[in-house]
């Protein structure tokens, strides 16, 4: 079991900057690749950003060069450096754990943090 909270969320001006964060807890080491999702009122959850072992970084497109996914071992938190900020991005973000114990693979959520861009 994994239990995963986010936080930094906010509101923010357009062209500004948050630092999301998702600290990690319980069976840490079976994770193998963590991400970030979000969901804009009235549409489908959308995929953001994966930090797969190994460190390999992969991008939505539309937040590739804006966005910045980071892991801190150390502490078990992942976070999310969210730069030039648009309206767009307005939306709750997730955070989702991907964990391989034995030949299972299993999927944790965290329960998501608010986002607003707006001037």
């Known amino acids: 079991q994994v239990q995963l909270v986010e936080s930094g969320g906010g509101l923010v001006q357009p062209g500004g900057s948050l630092r999301l964060s998702c600290a990690a807890s319980?069976?840490?080491?079976?994770?193998?690749?963590m991400h970030w999702y979000r969901q804009a009122p009235g549409k489908q959850r959308e995929w953001v950003a994966t930090?797969?072992?190994?460190?390999?970084?992969n991008y939505a497109d539309s937040v590739k060069g804006r966005f910045t996914f980071s892991g801190d071992n150390a502490v078990n938190t992942a976070s999310l450096q969210m730069n030039s900020l648009k309206p767009d991005d307005t939306a709750v973000y997730f955070c989702?754990?991907?964990?391989?114990?034995?030949?299972?693979?299993?999927?944790?959520w965290g329960q998501g943090t608010q986002v607003t861009v707006s001037s």
């Open positions: 989702k754990a991907i964990t391989l114990v034995g030949a299972t693979i299993s999927d944790y």
């Open positions: 930090i797969a072992s190994g460190g390999i970084r």
């Open positions: 319980g069976s840490i080491l079976s994770i193998k690749s």
